[in-house]
């Protein structure tokens, strides 16, 4: 399947997957038993694409866009980790004050993670 982000929006992913990596793997232990260990390597492989994304690129360069060819299960697995992480992400915002360039983050995953959505509804996944 093909993901396109905009470099900014590749950064923005792999900055929250940095930040969530080990409460990421509890959520998928906890609610994923039989998949948690595939669902974590899904996740550290999407993680290394997008490092290697926003390592290759120069900041200044935020609306250039990167293909990212990844699987379903990384579909599933990226789409997953933003469902339960935009709400968790959105409260900490509202309780911290509730900053333009939060909101806009939040704003920014839903966006992408709408997309995610639609991609697995488009294969007939969800």
């Known amino acids: 399947m093909l993901l396109r982000l905009k470099h900014s929006e590749s950064a923005l992913i792999l900055l929250h997957m940095a930040m969530t990596r080990k409460s ?22 999407v993680k ?17 866009v990167t293909d990212y060819h990844f699987n379903v ?10 469902s339960s992480y935009i709400p968790l992400l959105s409260d900490t ?18 966006r992408i993670n709408v997309q995610l959505q639609k991609m697995l509804e488009g294969a007939g996944v969800v």
């Open 93 to 110: 915002v509202k309780k911290a004050g509730d900053k333009d360039e939060d909101r806009y983050q939040v704003l920014d995953l839903q």
């Open 48 to 64: 290394e694409e997008l490092e290697k994304a926003v390592d290759q690129t120069d900041e200044n360069q935020g609306f250039l």
């Open 73 to 82: 299960r990384e579909i599933q697995m990226l789409y997953s980790f933003l």
């Open 24 to 45: 990421a793997r509890n959520t998928f232990k906890r609610n994923h038993k039989k998949e948690s260990k595939e669902l974590l390597a899904s996740f550290d492989e």
